[in-house]
């Protein structure tokens, strides 16, 4: 996995969090810890509040902190939190005119939404403990 993804950050950084989960932790560290910028991370971890899996409190001595126990928070609930699919969302309004084209297309989305689904199983099975060790 990319350690520039959105997904390998955010992973990374639950995983962290769960060998503490109580421990609060500022976008700085995080940041500091993965190699990149503040706001990046908090772009990132924005998107995993907005799904429940993180609360963040403001202030001196605010930061980060899960908002599930690491054993009820699956790879699958990261993934979908972070909105990164394999298949875009939507057909385009120009419909293809070529009729090869138009059932290809149509096939390889198919293929592709069945593999994202199949994907979706599979990282539901990994709670981000499991991935600890935990």
């Known amino acids: ?3 520039n993804s959105r997904l390998s950050l955010a992973l990374h950084t639950l995983s962290h ?3 503490d989960p109580s421990r609060v932790r ?3 560290d995080i940041a500091e810890h993965a190699g990149t910028n503040p706001v990046v991370v908090r772009r990132v971890l924005g998107r995993l509040r907005k799904a429940g899996l993180l609360t963040s409190e ?4 605010g930061g980060w902190r899960l908002a599930q ?7 699958a609930d990261v993934y979908l939190a972070l909105d990164e699919r394999l298949v875009t969302g939507g057909d385009s309004d120009e419909a293809p005119a070529c009729s090869v ?3 290809l297309h149509k096939r390889v989305t198919g ?3 069945d593999v994202e689904q199949r994907l979706i199983q599979r990282l539901s099975e990994t ?3 499991e991935v600890r060790g935990n």
């Open 1 to 3: 996995m990319k350690r």
């Open 17 to 19: 969090m769960a060998g």
């Open 26 to 28: 500022t976008s700085a």
């Open 58 to 61: 403001k202030g001196h001595s």
């Open 69 to 75: 126990a690491p054993e009820d928070i699956t790879l």
């Open 101 to 103: 084209e138009k059932a």
């Open 111 to 113: 293929v592709l939404e």
């Open 127 to 129: 709670s981000i403990s």
